[in-house]
């Protein structure tokens, strides 16, 4: 990766940090929200230049920890740091209620399944079909899955666990049930990986199999940590206490 990349990207990821930094000021806003949000930023950062950048060029555990970073780790920080809810807060009421509306006609992308599908579907077409071939060869091709698995992995952080509003979304059981789905094919893809079965990765036995324990076990840690952030957010519901005097309204 040559030093005009990596200061594009870094500058690049530089704009939101600011931006939510000054937004965040505005307002009486978390210090953890802030950290988290910064922490996905640089894992990003960490993902598409340095040292991690320069290992994924040339072996494939490199790009697996990149997609570690770039699908999973870090858009579970940028989800926890609520920049929706942020920016509802500093946005002038007619902008803010412009936004709320955008947030309502996402209703089909925000649904957990569909988000299971972009993010998990994702995995197994990049790894099972033809097109992590392409990306060998492909600039534009090979940036285009980084933003896919960035994007479509706010979007599952989001509709699973992300404090910010969003449409339609169902109970935590439910989402319970999709996050399960998501580690159990996380983990079927790992093990064909392991074993070479049913994948399409022109690369050596040794770094696949590698590839497929850092795609296991930090795919793990990743699931883990949304489903703390998920249980966290569970208030079951209480019944009322039923009450022996009705009031009746005039």
Known sequence: MTHHHVDGTVLLLLLPAVAYLVLAGRSKWSPWRSAAFLAGLALVAAALAGPVA?????????????????????????????????????????????????????????????AL???????????????????????????AVHLHFLLSGCLFAWVIAGPDPAPRRPSVPVRLVVLGVAIAVHAGLSQLMYAGLAVDLPVPAEQRRGAAEIMYYGGDLAELLLALALVSTWRPRRRAAASPVRSVSA
């Not at 995995?123 to 090979?142: A, D, I």
């Open 54 to 114: 320069e290992l994924a060029a040339h072996d494939f555990r490199g790009h697996m920890l990149q997609h570690l970073l770039i699908g999973m780790l870090a858009p579970l920080g940028l989800v926890l740091g609520a920049p929706v809810t942020l920016l509802l807060r500093t946005l002038p009421a007619a902008r803010a209620r412009r936004l709320t509306a955008l947030l309502r006609s996402v209703r089909l992308v925000a649904d957990p399944v569909v």
């Open 117 to 143: 599908l972009l993010s998990v579907g994702g995995m197994v077409v990049l790894y099972c079909t033809p097109l992590y071939r392409q990306t060998l060869t492909n600039p534009w091709l090979h940036e």
